[in-house]
């Protein structure tokens, strides 16, 4: 009997607590489709690392008003948190002195993905000029190789001494 007394208090607890963790799990699920190189955490959102509902730790950071604001009540969704923007570019734009409260890091994405290609564009050439280079500086090691060696077999043939020189370094002598 005590048995199922402590399984019905556990079900209980469990169905209790479910619902809410379930809406943070959707949230969480709608943000990694947006983003899925991050792994959010409850702090993204929430002043405190482990948000309660008690003591004012279940409070919203800048991020999460900006979000619950565009929310106006519904379920979270892609577009909002497109319009919004990461937390990461979110964090940045407050960390340089931006006005937060009318802050729409969905434009300054778009700036951001521009300057972001053009940039990509100009280091792929930058590659590319670099390999060449590489390349260039091969092949004049090659020639400056070969015609080290010529100017050796001239010089050989020409004084004997210098032969007799270079083939005893040859040799390790």
Same mark, same amino acid.
């Given at each position: ?89 979110? =964090?940045? %734009? +407050?960390?340089?002195? /931006?006005?937060?409260?009318? &802050? ?9 993905? #521009? ?27 090659? =020639?400056? %190789? +070969?015609?080290?060696? /010529?100017?050796?077999?001239? &010089? ?9 020189? #270079? ?7």
């Amino acid at each position: 009997m005590k048995n199922l007394s402590i399984a019905f208090a556990v079900l209980f607890i469990f169905a209790a607590v479910v619902p809410v963790a379930q809406a943070n799990v959707k949230q969480l699920k709608v943000y990694r489709e947006v983003y899925p190189d991050y792994k959010p955490k409850c702090n993204y959102c929430h002043v405190d690392e482990k948000p309660k509902k008690d003591d004012g730790k279940h409070d919203l950071n800048a991020y999460g008003q900006k979000l619950q604001e565009l929310m106006n009540g519904e379920a979270l969704t892609e577009e909002i948190i497109r319009e919004v923007g990461s937390h990461e570019d979110f =964090e940045a %734009a +407050a960390e340089a002195g /931006e006005d937060m409260s009318s &802050l729409t890091p969905a434009e300054d994405v778009g700036n951001t993905t #521009a300057e972001t290609a053009r940039l990509v564009e100009e280091t792929r050439g930058l590659v590319e000029e670099t390999k060449d280079m590489v390349s260039q500086t091969q092949e004049m090691v090659t =020639e400056t %190789a +070969a015609a080290t060696e /010529e100017v050796k077999t001239m &010089l050989a043939d020409k004084t004997p001494e210098y032969a007799l020189n #270079a083939s005893q370094e040859a040799s390790g002598e």
